[in-house]
């Protein structure tokens, strides 16, 4: 196909098919594309394999300290089934249908798990996991769009096969509710319970890793060092209730410098409330007088 560039030069380019329709076709999306001055963003998400892009992406902005460490092991388990339906595309070439269709064929396979008498399968996979990877795409394809490798994302006008339930749905929690997690947890997830309810402060990246010196027990005030806000700092104002379970916790934690001590690294901080095996009934907390 032969046409002119914004500049005026001729340009002479194979369509890559023989069908004069096709062809036809190729040469109308080249002159939109010119019209719209994104004529060099087709031209290289069109010499880019989608392969190429995810492995760019997985190093570049996956990996900490753009993401935690467990943001970006989620998003390698979500780009490798990815990669198997779209490696050998070129990133231009993606289209919203494909997509649909991946994400259904995807709804309709089964899990498999190695054993070692081979591959077992299981039910089919959830919708959760499925958008999960749908949203990894949808990131990656909105890089794309800034780094001028694509004119628009495809995600945009893909519609999720299944309703996906209780996703992204907030959970209220009542002032009772908070109460009866309180009584029944043990003090230091207590305290933690309440401090999150009371300050909103993130819990794995804000209130494990705090340190006793950033807590303000005169001015009733926390330090954040690494926060949300523009300039990455934060003094948030504690009430009377917060304050206390923050004085509640310091006496709980100990002489060393964490506000949770870890459990099993007697020089780190604990990395998670998450209990990796029940309870031995004989070890649980005494219920306490109402």
Known sequence: MSYRDTRGERQLESTGCTDWQEANKKLRERLAARDQDILEVVRKGEQMLFKDWAEFFMENYSKPP????????????????????????????????????????????????????????????????????????????????RKRLLPANPCWGVEFPVRVKGMFRPHYMPWSEQQKIEFHAPDYLANAVRIIAETRLRVYKELTPMRKDQVDLVNATVWIPDSKTENGIAEVPLTDMVLQAFKDQIQLAGPGPWLFPSSTDPTGHQKTFKSKRPMNPSSQRPVRAA
């Open 66 to 145: 753009i993401r935690e460490q467990k943001t970006h092991e989620a998003n390698g388990r979500a780009v490798k089934h990815l990669v198997d339906a779209f490696s050998s595309k070129p990133l231009a070439a993606l289209t919203a249908d494909e997509i649909e269709l991946y994400l259904r064929m995807r709804l309709r396979q089964k899990i498999r798990r190695p054993t070692l008498g081979g591959f077992i399968e299981l039910g089919s996979v959830k919708p959760p996991t499925v958008h999960q990877e749908f949203r990894v795409l949808r990131r990656m394809l909105n890089v794309a769009v």
